[in-house]
């Protein structure tokens, strides 16, 4: 069983690490690390093994895989010594990459969205893929601006049939993949497939859907964290974070309304977990110097009995694409397998991996993953 | 119905707080921060109510509660303004304490438990109490030795009656306890009913017991974040601590044995949470100059995808009784309930607050909360 | 030798703390730490005593002193076995404390000018003060709007005249003072005397002033490690600071144009330093529950022999009142030091106090310290 | 004019990281980061020009430089990219290293001796240098055990006649050199040059010494940031430190009396600085997995106006041999550059570079750095 794995932003570190690993795990070269997976509860189930994955995927950029992937080394993302190994890999995986939906395209958004099913269809057949999962990984973009058109799929068709220009990019990517029968997850802050329109498309066409914002850092730990004080019943009166950024995602980020998509996702957590809102401030600043790597610096202060005032702090200091890699292949085998086992629309079971995740409002980690554990339980044997 | 809680340590700043803080509560002077017994899944259990405590105790000190409770909120750990009010109610606490086991009484050591013992029924009498918990918030000891006649009930019997020096205090208190037909909960790490003969005797009497070594800073922080680095397999190259301790805890953990008993008991987390021990040194030192408070630095290496190596570190500045006083209440409350419930012998369900818990090895916070609902939802309601 | 203190903002945290603190020195209840003046290179050089200073001030608040000691005593800031004792001085210092100039007083600048100067004039003959030294420490202003009658003396004199709104408030005080004959010193980033007109004001009437911006926390330690950096010749690529802030301060600093004025006293000191201007965001966040405390964190990235790049990271976590308090008396002693002997206008070796000195590009502390030393052996002793 | 530079440890990772930059600098392949006298003040002093230095030493490992380079670029303290162009300039320097002093061979250390004095005179003599300047960078060794011997140049001499284990390898080096007329520098904890006889015999030979300890991380910070408590008279009341090591450094350091040697030359600095002494605990942890870098958590609490607390924590993050490197090729051409000079003796306007300096009691940064610049001023121009 192949199943084909179709990056939105194939070229971008994220989805060159992941290309990368997946080579160097088809290859037993590397162990398993970070990949969820690969954790006990998931042996047995008949989730597609790493090798049979096939990658392709789209972008507005046109910098080779290999050539991205010598940049990772450089950046210490990625271990030098692999390189020679599975560049026959990257240069494979580059050759199924399509060009993306330019800005200059959505003057006829249909066009770009039969351009798209056009490229999945092709991957499809060509490799004789059981299924494919579309995974967007591009540039988060700034908050949608709400149509009328999003409401429904029906109004939605039309409007798209008229060249009006309603949805975001990642949002085609989304209509489109649906369309041609293709899952879809989404792990950035962008708009994707959460528009009510889209998730009525899922339904229809039977295929699942997965989102939103990878929880890859301060937020991961954010929720690890805040169950203590909840369980203990100490009181957070502030939760400050800090976040610094380099690279590409810290560049976009720089840019205050694709920054306020970001921040929006990630305010939710400490109100669910905590059940009442801790003044909680939060910034993402763009620090180039830190190039593919990330420091979160949170200052939590917290009440006791009798009301005594204590802090906690933490920093975090991670390389992004070296957490969020791993994810996204789970994230493949996982939809993969639902797909198989006939689940359609939004799969709440997979909040483990989601800053702002469809369908629920548990942000527990630790709950998080014994419900993932059961769901994926019953994802049953070999198909 | 009411129920007595007798301190071992009744005048140390842990007991003193946690008697400030029941008649604040009792007085309805204060929210119930920290108390886990007071959340919702415990409500509607008929577990005691705070103000039905009577507390009670033995300590080798003899300064009063009320200048305890002065000193506490000159080092602000007890609000100035509660004094004035809670005074009488310290003041008939104190009334309530008798002489502990002084190193010279340890001549003859069932003399000593004669008098614990008779101190109890005493209290349980005068009090007309249902039932009584033992706690252990005194200092903590140096390991113990070994002795053949721990090793059963029948044999420590005869070793006492023969005037052998073969319990370390803690475990006469808890022998004088489960005696005098009381439960007996260990907040420290001392051996405490952590003997074979001992829990023989618990199980005889009909009597639970739990422990031990309350899970109030770094450790309750392990057993937090450790979890998200094994659910996310990421692997865990180091874990070194650094724990700065003031306060009378602190000068006694100056003694290398007696740290030594703590850093054993600190040590068991990450290995049965990770599935491997990671590289994990860890210090306690003492500074006196932080007096009631304590502040620990962790800086935890990790490696993600492909290898990444990758650094998360924290700070914990807490102050040891407000984090500690709550969790005692709650015990009382639990582990009376428990008795009135029929439960006899060691609780594994209280794993939640303790650094080494009795009976299992599951150190997952969230995991022991779950195990530590479930089980208080079956001691079924208003007895 | 009696001298006058004239706090712009008198009855605010920083005043107060101040005016506790002169009362406790005054009646040696409390140890000299924090003044810089009591270490030894000032002994012996005529300033005068902590006890010869005569405390009053203008403000548009109206909470009395005591209470503002009050409520600073029970968020920690000042002792409250202190008050007893020196609430009879605070009472009298109360009653020198004086209306402060209001918006709708600024309808007509001049009149509003007059009165402060009549004020002072009251002040300094009342109590005999050989002379006064007018203080500015209260809330940060926006930025000033430029106006060309900020250029001379003579066109700002006839602007005022013509009731025109030239000067913002705290400059309106400069004016007063040196009108009146009293030196200035701004504590805060205001304007202050830092116009061409004030300056040559200063200079006509022979009186010092100083300023601007007390230097106490972040980048207290930024100058004093920034030097480290330098001398090492290890290039620092990113210095990103976070301050979180509680109080009035916070407060005021959360309005977006009062705090720009803020980062921007802040922003000279490591391009100065350093030689070059390294990637530094920097953050003033008002985290409500920190009170009269701050905490800022900062992240250093800097390269080493061969690229090798590194970091450093602090946290601090002070009060801001009992940190700027004792400098703002040290600055009375220091600036009525140079009054008496002679100097007139801006005083540059007075640098070691501010985030943004006047009339020196030198933010080295230990070089900052030496030329303080220097410069006030050079005020010849008793006077 | 060549100067020599002979390291004991020569393939150290220090020495070898100064081996690999020296070639690198010479080639104008980096910048000089790090190096201090590539500062504008030590511009046009006639010191020897890195390009002029040439690189030999003993040791008693046998692994090539150019394989000790590799693997320091794997661990990422040497960019891999320089290692090409810098091989043949390794090859070179390799072919100089000379076997150092074994364990066996101190049964006659006289012997030992003669053999080091012919390995630099032969060094010298080849390479036609004009100097040679001895550094020791080999392995922190316990404390030394005190002989009559040590206190005067005749005793010792003859004791060593006599065949008398009475001197520690650092000091047989250090003996030996300034016999053969070298200076020496002393960048470990280890005895060296710092015993009476030995500084009796430099001062025969005319040759400089200079050392001891470098200073390159927590103490490097503490003596950058004490001065500012100091100045600002804020009350140090306890300063924690704990330095995690990994890499051979630690591991030397994790035996008991290495670590005590190298925490006694770091406990100076806080009384020296501050005029008193602050409750002080230190810790050296060796933690495998950090590999050639070190990580330090300082935890400072201060008292400042009217007794309020205050915190400061600082983490630094750093790589031993990226920092000490540059240093040890500074010390190379100042004390090179003393010893053409005239300089003999003990060279105490070095203390800018090490935690325990030579005849001299000033630990501050930013004053040993102005006493350095003054110092060097004075040896005058190319020679």
Tied chains: 1, 2, 3, 4.
Excluded at 69 to 76: D, I, Q
Excluded at 263 to 272: D, F, M, Q
Aim: net charge negative; aromatic share 6%.
């Amino acid at each position: 069983m192949t199943v084909g794995v179709w990056f939105v932003g194939a070229r971008g570190s994220l989805a060159t690490t992941a290309t990368v690993g997946a080579a160097a795990l088809a290859g037993d070269l590397v162990a398993p690390t970070g990949l969820v997976t690969e954790l006990a509860p998931f042996a047995g189930l008949g989730l597609p093994a790493i090798a049979d994955l096939v990658i392709g995927g789209h972008d507005v950029a046109e910098t080779s895989l290999v050539k991205r992937a010598e940049a990772l080394a450089g950046a210490g993302v990625v271990p030098q010594v692999l390189l020679a190994a599975i560049e026959p890999a990257l240069a494979e995986a580059d050759s199924r990459l399509r060009r993306g939906i330019h800005p200059e395209d959505r003057a006829n958004p249909l066009d770009a969205v039969r351009r798209v099913r056009a490229d999945l269809a092709r991957f499809r057949d060509e490799h004789q893929l059981e299924r494919v999962v579309v995974i967007n990984v591009s540039t988060t973009e700034p908050a949608v601006v709400a149509d009328p058109a999003q409401a429904s799929i029906d109004v939605l068709d039309a409007a798209l049939r008229d060249g009006r220009d309603v949805l975001p990019l990642s949002s085609l990517y989304a209509y489109a993949a649906f369309q041609a029968g293709c899952s879809f997850v989404d792990f950035t802050p962008s708009t994707g497939a959460r528009l009510p329109a889209l998730e009525q498309l899922a339904d229809q066409r039977g295929v699942p859907h997965a989102g939103r914002d990878g929880k890859t850092g301060e937020t991961l730990v954010k929720s690890a964290l805040a169950p203590m004080f909840a369980t203990r019943n100490l009181h957070v009166r502030s939760w400050a974070g800090t976040n610094l950024l380099g690279g590409g995602d810290g560049a976009a980020l720089a840019e205050p309304d694709r920054r306020e998509s970001k921040l929006e996702s990630k305010h939710h957590v400490l109100g669910s977990i905590l059940g009442y809102e801790p003044d909680a401030p939060l910034h993402i600043d763009y620090v180039a110097d830190l190039g593919e790597w990330k420091t979160a610096w949170d200052h939590i202060s917290f009440e006791g009995f009798l009301g005594t005032r204590m802090r906690m702090q933490f920093t975090w200091e991670g390389c992004d694409s070296a957490l969020a890699a791993p994810l996204v292949l789970d994230l493949a085998r996982l939809v993969s397998g639902a797909h198989a086992g006939g689940h359609r629309g939004g799969l709440d079971a997979l909040a483990f991996f989601f800053k702002d995740p469809w369908g629920v409002d548990e942000h527990r980690l630790e709950t998080q993953f014994q419900r993932l554990c059961d769901w994926a339980a019953g994802l049953c044997g070999p198909r």
